[in-house]
């Protein structure tokens, strides 16, 4: 009996809230009835729950605890689906209504912006704009000035100057082709336990004392930047811009590299992230190009693993999410939300246990506890252990960050990752390299 | 009534049964092969691909002399392994179809040699990265055994880690063939040229040998295709420093430039075809296997 009782007054309840809905959403769109968009979410509320978002990008920004954490806060679902980033283009490119939400590496997105696929992003409805890293919102570095140009500096392909570009803006407009998301600075990786001499020079990557004993990345738009780097510290090649090479460039740096292939002082070109872990776990190499996470990785075996940052600077890299074009009405709404969620600090937390930043970092800062804030951003000895997303230990107390505080990291970029205008020419002498 | 479905009044008969695989082939490998085709063709800006009419690509896939050196070293893998799978493979079913007179031990030693087979082709690959790495097993022992100083490099991460794990993928692809020519030779045959004061090399070469060549000639043209068409392997085990055709071609599709690579998937379609029809014309298959 109390049972059904409850389930009759359940259903009245439903009811009238139902009722009362449509009643005030029509009395706002009456309202509203010019400006449209302010009654909308009070009925689309009602069916918000049946909306799916596929957002597809790199495995390092795409993860599914996130968008399961998304999920249960924002009330519709999001599903998260891995392709690299070159498959991501390719993707965008030929199937674009399979994605929804594309995370977009910037050097991919300078290539991928041209295809029409996606819609630039109303600036305006991201509360948290305002409070984006001028790293990434201006492209000025901590004390104001211009960061590196060379490579693609997000800020660089940022902005578009209407919703129907595909052009890049050369300066900040309310449309932006993606909400940056995460960032990094890249150096090389080392075995400090089998070098056992400080390194702080990008030119060791060449360093005969290696020999047999070196790793690239085999992805050539990368791989070609980390070998300049490692020249132009050597004072073998002197490069106007290391993210854009001419002809010339590209034919001096191949030659270079070949030369050193030859000469036997690379062990291996790796091309995914475990090939590099393996490589440095198992002592093939003692230094090589390598991601963040991938020294976490060694390191959390117990192997003395170092995420040097070098004297030249680091190689910088992020992340931005874009709205694909097909995108309208409830679903775009939705999307808007998600794009508000993700900036909200939970995320940032989340990737900052990685070694990532935020796009947002107070939000994420504010998620994180002052031990964990102290070692990621700031560049402190950990007071406690430091602890991985998953809960894995991944640090001692009293160690702290490979390269020091956000400041020092981000401040000192050099370049950043890219696609060049040569870049078919650059591909085909890159094979060229791997096959001589 | 039996005359009639069989004879003259249904020419629509024969066209219906090899409808089917006509059906299979065409939307499995002809639409997809005329698309390459197509693409070849066309232009493309690394991001959108444009119909067009251009020789642009194979002028720069034939002109290049990255292609000349890609399609040596992707023979000579093919030739090496195709040498050592052969040798491997004759030998085996030798013994397996004249020393081991018993069927049942045929079968069950021939059921062996198909065991490693039992797991996923990278597994048997990446098995190898630690056994003879640096730090792996094969070097920890030659070191310990004082036959080297320093653990041997050359092991892994280089040309002869690559045609290794070839052979021993591919292997099983060459006895399979062999062995079932083999075993259809008449032991007669064999013992007919002893009484007729054959030498134990002039059976081989003059008996068993050219009886076998249908096999020789199937294993040939699996062993060569599979190597032809690999770019994992060759990415894996030469740690990313030899590239083949087609981890060229995976380069280029990376980064979208589809029709460079179509153009060269075309020119590779080409070559092992060339080479197929070359094994075929030495060797006619089809008269053998209806023997």
Redesign the interface.
Known sequence: MSTKGSKTSGVGRAGITRRDILKGSAAALGAAAGSGVIGAPVIWAQNIKDVTLNQVGPSYSVIADIAQKASADLGFKIVAQTAETTALMAKTVSQPETIDIADYEFWGLQKAWRSGKLQPIDVTKVKEWSKMTPLMRDGKSFDGKDMSRQGTLPFKVLYTESADSKEFAKGATNFATVMPTIFNADTLGLRADLIKRPVDSWAELFNPEFKGKTALVNIPSIGIMDAAMALEARGDLKYADKGNMTREEIDKTIEALTALKKAGQFRAFWSTFDESVNLMAAGEVVIQSMWSPAVTAVKSRGIDCVYQGMKQGYRGWGLGMGLMRHLEGLKLEAAYEYLNWYVSGWQGAFIARQGYYSSVPETAKANLTPNEVGYWYDGKPASEEIKDPYGAVMDKAGNSRDGGSFEQRMGNIACWNTVMDEDRYMIQRWNDFVSS | MSGRSSGSSSPVAPYLQVAPLAIVMIAMVGIPLATVVLLSFWESD???IYPAFTLANYR?VLT???TL??FL?TLQYAAITLVCTALIGFTCSYFLVFHVRDLKWQIGLFLLCTIPFWTSNIIRMVSW??FL????LFNGFLVQMGLTSAPL?VL??SDFAVILTYVHLYTLFMIVPVFNSMAKIDPNLVEAARDAGARPWQILCYVIIPLTKTGLALGTIFVVTLVMGDFFVV??MS?????SVV??MK???????YP?ASAMAVLLIMVVLLMVSAVLRIVDIRSELAR
Do not use: H, T
């Not at chain 2, 380069?251 to 430039?257: F, G, K, M, S």
């Open positions: 690394g991001i959108s720069e290049s002399p990255v050196s890609l070293k990265i630690p790495g640096r730090e792996g490099d892994l991460y990415r894996v740690g990313g420093q030899s590239a981890s060229a380069n280029e599709i990376d980064q979208l430039y460079q």
